[in-house]
């Protein structure tokens, strides 16, 4: 039992030490426009961090980072000290990347560790392919999904500014693809909808799945209501409004963050207590302690912030305007809740780094700064095999010494 709780503490530590590490994807545009203060900002990102608490309940990113290890091959103590070492691993890399500013993933380096814990035991058939080849495979397709989406978005406000029908119909078109989404895609049968109100139409509304896809969708309408008048507005009073959207902007991806993120703190919390006791706890069903002490991690880690990272975000990418802030964020939240419904995890240091450079690649490809673009790639590719050989390291280490 005193191992289990250690390694649950140090699950913690782990998701406090992701929030401040991560806390430059929320806020690292609003601060660089001056939208807020840092201070403002991080106590910003990390209430809408914890607002995630309520809106994700299905748990299927925790349940895919789970089975990242073979649970009929690594059991008992020794997945235990699988995890245990991934977890010293993967702390170790998000302290080394931070100390020197690198905005790398904390997704990959957790899932990276895992993995590379579990084959120091027993070998590569130890992991489930699956889990680890969606996350490998998202280290590219997330930032390029972002930055398409940015860029489109950033395109759709730029030709808002002219006269013409153009930007009308985009947004009405905007308001019928919300409306057909919503129609198709949330839960209306009474007897599917989770929900702790007695009306039906609040029980329509607040269910989990649902609640997520209208405030999502939410988001992209009143995106659209603004550019039907944003060719009225001179250039002052626009930047005005986009300073106010970035508030919502910023807001919807914190939320994204903090359901993506935790939820992977969630998985290893889970294995490890189900490797405890498989009688008394399985992946369906969520201790409910569980996502309340991840998510109270990750946003006080959120409010500790993460200045040197903040400063490469928001400014060393490429220069970013109230505008561009909200196009970047607003795709990167879009992309956090559309991986998150398909239970990918994915890295939202990424999301939002490509999301920026699809901003910046609106006005021209030299806005973007590319040597700086390069150096995060190497990072992102080095995460998961220098945390899954550190993760070897500390296993063999620790097997030595439990020997010993």
Request: hydrophobic share 55%; with cysteine; proline share 3%.
């Amino acid at each position: 039992m005193t191992f289990l709780i250690i390694i649950i503490a140090l699950a913690l530590i782990f998701d406090y030490i992701n929030g401040f590490h991560d806390a430059a994807n929320s806020i690292a545009t609003v601060v660089s426009t001056k939208v807020l203060t840092p201070t403002q900002a991080v106590l910003w990102a990390a209430m809408f961090n914890f607002v995630a608490f309520f809106i994700f309940k299905d748990h299927g990113v925790a349940n895919t980072i789970a089975k990242t290890v073979k649970t009929e091959v690594v059991y008992g103590n020794a997945m235990l000290v699988v995890i245990f070492s991934g977890l010293l691993a993967a702390i170790f890399w998000n302290l080394l990347t931070w100390w020197f500013g690198i905005p790398s993933s904390s997704s990959h380096a957790l899932i990276g560790a895992f993995s590379g814990a579990a084959i120091a035991y027993g070998g590569f058939s130890t992991v489930n392919p699956d889990p680890v080849i969606k996350t490998v495979a998202f280290i590219f397709l997330a930032p390029v999904i972002g930055m398409v989406i940015a860029f489109i978005i950033s395109l759709w406000f730029i030709h808002s500014f002219k006269k013409g029908w153009m930007p009308k119909i985009i947004a009405f078109i905007i308001f019928a693809g919300v409306g057909i989404f919503l129609y198709t895609h949330m839960e209306f049968e009474a007897k599917n909808l989770k929900s702790h109100y007695d009306s039906y139409f609040l029980k329509v509304i607040f269910h989990s799945k649902n609640f997520k896809w209208i405030l999502l969708c939410s988001i992209l309408l009143i995106m659209a209501s603004f550019t039907l008048f944003l060719n009225r507005l001179n250039a002052m009073r626009a930047n005005t409004w986009f300073k106010r959207l970035q508030l919502v902007s910023s807001a919807a991806f914190s939320i994204g963050h903090g359901g993506n993120d935790a939820q992977k703190v969630m998985g290893i919390i889970m294995a490890a207590l189900i490797a405890y006791d498989p009688k008394l706890y399985n992946l369906g069903h969520m201790e409910w302690w569980v996502p309340l002490a991840c998510y109270s991690a990750i946003a006080l880690g959120t409010m500790s912030g993460g200045w040197k990272i903040v400063k490469t975000m928001g400014t060393k990418i490429t220069k970013v305007t109230p505008f561009e802030g909200v196009a970047a964020e607003t795709a990167g939240a879009i992309t956090l809740f559309v991986t998150e419904a398909l239970k990918i995890p994915v890295s939202t240091t990424h999301t939002i780094t490509g999301s920026i450079i699809g901003v910046g690649a609106t006005k021209r490809l030299s806005a973007v700064r590319w040597g700086v673009t390069v150096n995060l790639l190497w990072a992102w590719v080095l995460t998961i095999p220098i945390s899954g050989l550190l993760a070897a390291l500390f296993y063999f280490i620790i097997s030595t010494f439990s020997k010993s």
